[in-house]
Nanobody, 119 residues
């Protein structure tokens, strides 16, 4: 059974930084692409960043140049370094494996980690 545990969120002032971590188990981590998602109050969950098994990365336009996704296959962990944070980055952040096909199923979501950016 896949388990995803996110950590590292918190309260930070605008312009500050946070580093999120997501520990995965129940999968062959190194074989899988991983993604960071976020959900703000009243909004749909959105993909923020994605990293393939070979380390290629993609970012949402809203975070490009400010966020960096990385992975450590020895630790089965994916990271999200968030710099120059803005109030609009406030959300619960989750990690998951991007579906193999559009509209496909996700693994069970973890509890997420709250990121709150004050103005």
């Amino acid at each position: 059974q896949v388990q995803l545990v996110e950590s590292g969120g918190g309260l930070v002032q605008a312009g500050g930084s946070l580093r999120l971590s997501c520990a995965a188990s129940g999968i062959i981590f190194s074989d899988n692409a991983m993604g960071w998602y976020r959900q703000a109050p009243g909004k749909q969950r959105e993909l923020v960043a994605r990293i393939t098994s070979s380390g290629n990365t993609n970012y949402a336009v809203s975070v490009k140049g400010r966020f960096t996704i990385s992975r450590d296959n020895r630790k089965n962990t994916v990271y999200l370094q968030m710099n120059s944070l803005k109030p609009e980055d406030t959300a619960v952040y989750y990690c998951n494996r991007p579906p193999l096909v559009v509209g496909g199923p996700y693994d069970n979501w973890g509890q997420g980690t709250q990121v709150t950016v004050s103005a």
